[in-house]
C-alpha cells in the first residue's frame, strides 16, 4: 500500500482532482472542518499524509512516504534525493528575480554589486546570481518577501509568481525569470526499484489522467 505525501496549499486541489481521476480519494483533506494529517483511501489500497509543501520531498526522501506531488521549484530548492517521475502540468508558475517599480534596473544585471537580495529561496537566488557572477547579500525571509523592496532592506527579491498579482499591489515588477516550475510526481528510489510493477501502473495512469481534457491543466 502506497503512502502519498500531499501539499498544502495551491496544488492540494489538483493533486487530489488527479489522484481522484486514478482511483485514490483523498478528498477528505478538503473538508476545512478536518484537521486529519493522515487518511486512507476509502478502498484501503493508499494512504495519504498531508504536510508542508517544503517538506513533501523529506517525507518522500526518508520513506515515510513513498510517493509525493510537489513543485519543481521545491525540489530545485531542497536537491532531495528522489526519483521525479512526471511532470504534472498544473500549479504553473516561475522563479523571478523583482524590483520595487520605482528602481532604475530594469535586469538582475543592473544590481549594483554586494546589495541585498531577500528571498524564500535561497539555494536558487544564491546559485542563480553566482552564475551571473555578481555578488550578493541573500536575506533569508519567510514570510511577506515583497516587503524586503518596500521597506529598504532589500533592492530585489528571488519569489515564486503566477500570475503577478501581489507584485503589482505591492509596486514590484519582475525583471528576470530563473526558471518556470510545475507539480512533480515524486518517489522513494528504493521503493521505485522495489516496486517498479506498481509503479509503472501508477505513472501510466497519471500520464493517462493529465492527458485527458477532463484533467489536463
Same mark, same amino acid.
Given at each position: 500500500?502506497?503512502?502519498?505525501a500531499?501539499?498544502?496549499?495551491?496544488?492540494?486541489?489538483?493533486?487530489?482532482?488527479?489522484?481522484k481521476?486514478?482511483?485514490?480519494?483523498?478528498?477528505?483533506?478538503?473538508?476545512?472542518?478536518?484537521?486529519?494529517?493522515?487518511?486512507?483511501?476509502?478502498?484501503?489500497?493508499?494512504?495519504?499524509?498531508?504536510?508542508? /509543501?517544503?517538506?513533501?520531498p &523529506?517525507?518522500?526522501?526518508?520513506?515515510?512516504?513513498?510517493? $509525493?506531488? %510537489?513543485?519543481?521549484? =521545491? @525540489?530545485?530548492?531542497k536537491l532531495?534525493?528522489v526519483?521525479?517521475?512526471?511532470?504534472l502540468?498544473?500549479?504553473?508558475?516561475?522563479?523571478?528575480?523583482?524590483?520595487?517599480?520605482?528602481s532604475?534596473?530594469?535586469?538582475?544585471?543592473?544590481?549594483?554589486?554586494?546589495?541585498?537580495?531577500?528571498?524564500k529561496?535561497?539555494?536558487?537566488?544564491?546559485?542563480?546570481?553566482?552564475?551571473?557572477?555578481l555578488?550578493?547579500?541573500?536575506?533569508?525571509?519567510?514570510?511577506?518577501?515583497?516587503?524586503?523592496?518596500?521597506?529598504?532592506m532589500?533592492? /530585489?527579491?528571488?519569489?515564486? &509568481?503566477?500570475?503577478?498579482?501581489?507584485?503589482?499591489?505591492? $509596486?514590484? %515588477?519582475?525583471?528576470? =525569470? @530563473?526558471?518556470?516550475?510545475?507539480?512533480?510526481?515524486?518517489?522513494h528510489?528504493?521503493?521505485?526499484?522495489?516496486?517498479?510493477?506498481?509503479?509503472?501502473?501508477?505513472?501510466?495512469?497519471?500520464?493517462?489522467?493529465?492527458?485527458?481534457?477532463?484533467?489536463?491543466?
Amino acid at each position: 500500500m502506497f503512502t502519498f505525501a500531499l501539499p498544502k496549499g495551491s496544488l492540494l486541489k489538483d493533486s487530489i482532482s488527479l489522484l481522484k481521476s486514478v482511483g485514490l480519494d483523498f478528498s477528505a483533506f478538503l473538508d476545512p472542518s478536518s484537521r486529519q494529517l493522515q487518511i486512507a483511501d476509502p478502498t484501503g489500497s493508499a494512504k495519504a499524509l498531508l504536510v508542508r /509543501a517544503q517538506d513533501v520531498p &523529506v517525507y518522500v526522501e526518508y520513506g515515510q512516504a513513498q510517493v $509525493g506531488i %510537489v513543485g519543481e521549484d =521545491v @525540489l530545485r530548492e531542497k536537491l532531495p534525493k528522489v526519483a521525479c517521475l512526471v511532470d504534472l502540468g498544473f500549479g504553473k508558475c516561475r522563479m523571478s528575480v523583482a524590483v520595487s517599480e520605482a528602481s532604475r534596473f530594469t535586469s538582475a544585471l543592473e544590481l549594483p554589486p554586494h546589495c541585498r537580495v531577500a528571498s524564500k529561496s535561497v539555494r536558487c537566488a544564491r546559485e542563480y546570481f553566482q552564475s551571473l557572477d555578481l555578488p550578493v547579500e541573500i536575506i533569508p525571509l519567510y514570510g511577506s518577501v515583497e516587503l524586503g523592496p518596500i521597506t529598504g532592506m532589500a533592492e /530585489a527579491i528571488v519569489d515564486l &509568481v503566477s500570475t503577478g498579482r501581489t507584485l503589482k499591489e505591492n $509596486g514590484l %515588477v519582475e525583471i528576470e =525569470v @530563473l526558471f518556470e516550475s510545475t507539480a512533480r510526481l515524486i518517489a522513494h528510489p528504493l521503493s521505485y526499484r522495489l516496486y517498479s510493477d506498481e509503479f509503472n501502473t501508477l505513472i501510466d495512469k497519471v500520464r493517462f489522467a493529465i492527458a485527458s481534457p477532463a484533467i489536463a491543466k
